[in-house]
Every structure is written in C-alpha cells, then in structure tokens.
C-alpha cells in the first residue's frame, strides 16, 4: 500500500505544501507534549500520506481523532476549503511486538522519502522525525 502511495500521481496531496506539511508535523509533536496521550517516536509526512511511531497512552480514538480534525480544520483553513474532509475517515494501526520490530518500522518510517525519491537521506528531509534528530 505504501509503494502505492508514494508513486500516486493523482488524488489529493496537499501535504506537499510546507504550510500544511509543517501544521501537521507541529501538531503531531504539540500534540504529545501538550496533552500527553501518546509518546511520539518517530513520524513522516509524505505529499500524501502521514506515517506515526506511537507508543499510545489512551485508546486511539481519544487522541487520534482531536488530532485529525484539528489540523483538518487549519489545513482546510488554508486552502480555503469549507465542510470538505481533510482526512480519509480510516487509519491503519499496527500493535508492535517486539523491539526489533520497533526498529525496522522506525527505520521504514524515517526511510520512506528516501525510498520515494524525494531526498537522498531521511535528515534532509524537513518534515520528519529523522530531520529534527539531525
């Protein structure tokens, strides 16, 4: 599904944009220091899909949600878009069973603008947790 993703050459991809690229990237870590329902490890926001590392502290939907529908409403703020959805309504989650595969999905998600051929190496790459560890 990923590979799909990134080689899409239609549908939406406003997350291409720095603006609602950088909003989302800002919310998902204000969202973990300012309310605390889930530890972030590592993230990366694609042109058109966003991958998390969480270690949850509440059920999903109590922070997945809130987090969604406001960076829905400041990216649809943006683009001057009213009552459209932002957000496709599904989501897949994984539960992580061991640390090794904590790593290599870590990897997978600081590695995919590598792999998608957006940037040489994941530090260079300005909305991910790899770029803010550099």
């Given at each position: 599904?990923?590979?799909?993703?990134?080689?899409?050459?239609?549908g939406?991809?406003f997350?291409?944009?720095?603006?609602?690229?950088?909003?989302?990237?800002?919310?998902l870590?204000?969202?973990?220091?300012?309310?605390?329902?889930?530890?972030?490890?590592s993230?990366?926001?694609?042109?058109?899909?966003?991958?998390?590392?969480?270690?949850?502290?509440?059920?999903?939907?109590?922070?997945?949600?809130?987090?969604?529908?406001?960076?829905?409403?400041?990216?649809?703020?943006?683009?001057?878009?009213?009552?459209?959805?932002?957000?496709?309504?599904?989501?897949?989650?994984?539960?992580?069973?061991?640390?090794?595969?904590?790593?290599?999905?870590?990897?997978?998600?600081?590695?995919?603008?590598v792999?998608?051929?957006?940037?040489?190496?994941?530090?260079?790459?300005?909305?991910?947790?790899?770029?803010?560890?550099?």
């Amino acid at each position: 599904m990923d590979r799909l993703l990134d080689r899409a050459a239609n549908g939406p991809s406003f997350l291409r944009r720095p603006d609602i690229a950088g909003l989302v990237a800002a919310a998902l870590r204000d969202g973990e220091h300012r309310f605390g329902p889930y530890q972030l490890h590592s993230f990366v926001v694609m042109p058109n899909h966003v991958h998390v590392l969480v270690t949850p502290h509440v059920v999903a939907t109590r922070w997945l949600g809130p987090l969604k529908g406001f960076s829905a409403h400041l990216a649809n703020r943006i683009l001057g878009h009213v009552g459209q959805p932002f957000w496709q309504d599904e989501s897949y989650d994984h539960l992580i069973r061991c640390d090794a595969e904590f790593g290599r999905i870590q990897a997978y998600i600081e590695q995919n603008p590598v792999t998608a051929g957006l940037v040489g190496a994941a530090e260079e790459f300005r909305w991910s947790s790899a770029h803010i560890a550099a």
